[in-house]
């Protein structure tokens, strides 16, 4: 007796903590927090991370793991910590309420509150802070000394400060003294990586330049001696004792600038400078060369410097006025890009360059591409006597409607830029290994991995005595699948890891010897693994005969994640770290210590940082975010199976409103975009939508959220979406606790497709909300994806619309699918969002929809965010549409009473001032 009496005096506490919960309103999103950049020390004793809210002031922890002590920076962000963890260093945002006031006021940008540096003492917390600080700089492995960019222009005298072009005070501060050193002037400033000197560019007056280098060892700025209109920022070798710059005399504000490769040499404690590629030892690249654009660089071991070229630009013709010329653009049909690309990639066309390799003994450049659709890199980080090239200028204009087109493989080699072709077709993931000794790609239509031995002259089937698909054979899109991909070379290339669906395959690409690394476990368990790299990729690309990796684990049965480890040189079962019902983000690693920090939650949990010297185990919680959560009613997430209308079994995901009572009925919304049940255990932040539902905040105020995966089969993406989704909600529909009468569906993009096509199909969804749908996929195919520029005719042929056609060939497939011809049939109310400056789907879609259901007199809502995106970009209006949504669902789902927009709009001549979301009376 005594047993039942406390269970109920528990369940009655228990009813009574969350009667005094709330639910989520709009009120909250601004301080939910998360946790932001994480860094970590090389010896594992120092760490660092941000908790940011998403609007207002956060804060940065430093923490001395040793000493198991941190300090808290108010507003802190952008640290970074010395190498010898002595200090940490960061910049101090302005209050946000001081930030927001002056941008009330429309202050200048000199204007504005400025950032404070701070450099804290890693074992005391002791902090120095500099007031007014732009920018600072490190070199990656520095101990000894930063810089920083100053913004107080009054450490330049006043008659100094008279030109906007004059550049800013950069202050050197010296970590073990605090002595600081001031350089004037300073336009551009950069540190070699070990901090031994900084490249400086001088700006003392309009079309007046210094470059020099700043020595931290003996804290001297020696000058290179001429004065230029421009120089570029000088670029280090690894010793720092040479950098490379450009230099030019034009002194016209627009056209290229005609360029000269220069490099500085600290020789006998005296900067010598020499010019390497003159103006006229570039006339032989017939209008190519060095201009402002040009990057120089060297290779790792110094011995090559590479440089980009590009065509020259002539200056803008000022006798041209733009009232008396033509405005006109003009589609070429076998141009290798239509207009709207070329505006969207007008700048980085203007600044983009072709690699070329400087030739010593001859005293020239060596182009190795003149083509912009010409992707060489270098191997061996430049060492290697060849480059890599993957050309598909050919077949660009193909690329329209076929994104696996033909691409041709080749070698180029540095000492003259001739080619030795390798493959020709249609390959994809082609690298070079680490070492530089083979070349790897996939080979889409005979779908196997293939490799060049660069030295034999040789190729052959690297993926051949694998016995199941290294390639995707779950896609369903209509076009050749794509490779799982290559988890690393190890030490010296003596073996490539490749994936399949689940585990890890390493290969020897000299002898074809095959063995599996994880021994199956993944297949025979439904687990896949995948390498986690833990390493700087730019120190150490490979990994070493003896490591032991670090894998992430993915159930695909019950989605759980986690992490293994498996010793590279002894294939085995993975040993299982972690395998739990939590997202994990990816973890960071001390370079010299087995210490990792990393993300991990769930629905219920938000992703807090951990530190752990085993991942998953032994770990220390570090952070505790948003504390306030306990205050709301929450929700919990579930699988949930179900077979479609073909028979095919799916997976779902089903959100269940806190201290569900399945004697109860509750709404469903029921959201979808394609495949979202490996998200199980992702926290969903209350934030403002951008553009679709959000599943915490719906779960918090008493709705069933449904997430249905859905399969699709080419050339019917409507019907494979109704195949699913609708076999999905009568399935949730049969339990007794769903209100089958007040269920509503909701998606944006393709999934806003999606709903528009389902209501031409079914009446059994009480509301929708269509986010930027593509209405009438005949016209839509012809149209242009304005933020790329690029046709949408890919999309509908192979990519996620799935036709597999093109329009001619096909043209029942696109009518089919096109909800616009079935309007007549829809008895739903529908909230469409489409937006003005929608760069992914035309903004005309949702027009033709609305339009169509205007006409027919069916109801519908569009709402136009004027100047907004695909996805809402500004806060502001995200606020909005979380609103209109909740008041738009709310009063067909829960009966509230319809808010005065739905019933009257809003006029024109009230915009920005009435918002209509009040009760309609």
Not at 403 to 420: A, P, W
Not at 502 to 521: A, E, F, H, M, R
Not at 628 to 644: C, I, M, P, S, V
Request: aromatic share 12%.
């Amino acid at each position: 007796m005594k047993h039942y009496i406390a269970i109920s005096i528990l369940l009655t506490c228990t009813l009574s903590l969350s009667a005094q919960k709330k639910p989520l309103d709009h009120s909250v999103y601004d301080g939910w927090q998360t946790v932001g950049p994480t860094a970590v020390s090389p010896r594992g004793n120092i760490l660092t991370y941000e908790v940011n809210p998403q609007e207002g002031d956060g804060f940065l922890v430093i923490r001395n793991v040793r000493q198991k002590k941190e300090v808290t920076i108010p507003r802190g962000y952008r640290a970074t910590i010395l190498d010898n963890e002595q200090q940490v260093v960061c910049l101090i945002k302005p209050f946000f309420k001081d930030t927001r006031q002056a941008k009330i006021k429309k202050k200048k940008a000199e204007d504005m509150p400025k950032d404070t540096l701070a450099i804290i003492d890693a074992k005391t917390f002791s902090i120095k802070k500099i007031a007014s600080v732009q920018s600072y700089q490190l070199g990656k492995h520095a101990v000894d000394a930063m810089a920083f960019l100053s913004a107080d222009t009054a450490i330049i005298p006043k008659k100094e400060r008279t030109n906007k072009d004059i550049g800013r005070p950069v202050m050197v501060y010296f970590f073990d003294t605090g002595i600081t050193d001031t350089l004037r002037h300073i336009d551009k400033y950069q540190f070699d990586k070990y901090g031994k000197a900084l490249a400086v560019t001088i700006k003392e007056k309009k079309n007046k330049m210094l470059v020099a280098r700043y020595g931290v060892d003996d804290r001297t700025l020696r000058f290179v001696r001429d004065t230029m209109v421009y120089y570029s920022l000088p670029q280090f070798d690894e010793s720092a004792d040479k950098a490379l710059y450009v230099q030019a005399a034009d002194t016209l504000i627009s056209g290229s600038k005609h360029g000269e490769l220069m490099i500085m040499e600290m020789i006998n404690g005296k900067l010598e400078s020499r010019k390497l590629v003159s103006i006229d030892q570039q006339k032989k690249l017939s209008g190519w060369g060095i201009t402002e654009n040009s990057r120089p660089s060297f290779s790792e071991n110094g011995k090559r410097i590479f440089v980009g070229i590009q065509p020259y630009q002539p200056p803008k013709d000022t006798t041209l006025v733009s009232f008396e010329t033509a405005g006109l653009d003009i589609w070429n049909y076998n141009a290798p890009e239509i207009p709207p690309m070329m505006k969207v990639n007008l700048q980085r066309d203007l600044a983009r360059t072709m690699l070329s390799v400087y030739d010593e003994r001859q005293q020239q450049l060596i182009p190795l591409t003149l083509s912009p659709y010409d992707r060489v890199t270098l191997a061996e980080k430049g060492n290697a006597s060849y480059a890599l090239s993957v050309d598909r200028t050919k077949t660009i204009v193909a690329t329209q409607w076929d994104m696996q087109g033909e691409q041709t493989v080749s070698l180029v080699d540095l000492s003259n830029g001739q080619r030795k072709e390798i493959v020709t077709g249609k390959v994809d993931r082609c690298a070079v290994s680490p070492a530089g000794k083979y070349v790897v790609w996939y080979d889409a239509p005979e779908r196997r991995w293939m490799v060049y031995d660069v030295n034999g002259g040789t190729r052959k089937v690297l993926s051949a005595a694998i016995p199941t698909c290294t390639w995707d054979e779950t896609d369903d899109h209509p076009m050749m699948p794509e490779a799982y991909g290559i988890a690393g070379w190890t030490q010296h290339d003596q073996e490539v890891l490749i994936y399949d669906r689940y585990d890890i395959w390493k290969v020897n690409p000299s002898t074809g010897t095959t063995v599996c690394l994880t021994k199956g476990q993944g297949r025979e368990k439904q687990l896949t693994y995948r390498y986690v790299p833990l390493k700087d990729a730019e120190e150490e690309p490979f990994i070493r005969s003896t490591e032991s990796l670090i894998l992430s684990v993915f159930d695909n049965v019950t989605k759980k994640n986690g992490y293994a480890s498996v010793n590279v040189n002894k294939p085995a079962a993975p040993q299982l770290l972690a395998l739990e019902g939590y997202t994990y983000a990816i973890p960071m690693k001390a370079k010299d210590a087995e210490v990792y920090i990393y993300k991990k939650g769930n629905f219920q949990h938000p992703m807090d940082l951990y530190l752990s010297s085993s991942l998953g185990k032994n770990e220390q919680k570090l952070s505790s975010i948003n504390p306030q959560q306990k205050d709301y009613l929450w929700g919990t997430a579930e699988l949930f199976h179900w077979y479609a209308y073909d028979g095919t079994p799916l997976d779902g995901l089903l959100y269940k409103p806190e201290n569900f009572d399945e004697n109860k009925k509750y709404p469903v919304m029921i959201y979808f975009y394609e495949k979202r049940s490996e998200n199980l255990y992702t926290y969903y932040s209350p934030a403002p939508s951008r553009s679709t539902v959000n599943i915490a905040f719906y779960c918090s105020r008493g709705y069933i959220v449904f997430v249905p995966d859905i399969v699709y089969h080419a050339g019917t993406p409507g019907e494979s979406a109704y195949n699913c989704i609708v076999s999905g909600a009568e399935a949730l529909a049969k339990n007794r606790w769903v209100d089958k009468e007040n269920m509503a569906i909701q998606g944006q993009s393709w999934g806003g497709y999606q709903v528009a096509y389902l209501i031409t199909r079914t009446n059994m969804f009480k509301a929708a909300g269509a986010g930027a749908p593509v209405a009438n996929m005949t016209s839509a195919y012809g149209g242009i994806r304005w933020q790329t520029g690029m046709s949408r005719q890919f999309q509908y042929e192979q990519s996620q619309s799935r036709i597999g056609r093109d329009l001619w060939n096909g043209i029942e497939l696109y009518m089919e699918n096109s909800p616009l011809f079935k309007l007549p049939n829809v008895q739903t109310p529908v909230l469409i969002m489409h937006n003005d400056a929608d760069g992914a789907v035309p903004w005309y879609q949702g027009i033709e929809m609305f339009m169509g259901l205007r006409r027919l007199g069916k109801p519908a809502w569009l709402l136009e965010y004027n100047n907004e995106e695909h996805n809402l970009k500004e806060r502001r209006n995200s606020k909005d549409l979380s609103i209109r949504l909740q008041q738009f669902f709310d009063h067909y789902l829960k009966g509230a009473p319809e808010p005065a927009w739905m019933r009257y709009g809003i006029p024109t001549s009230k915009k920005g001032q009435y918002f209509g979301f009040e009760n309609a009376e």
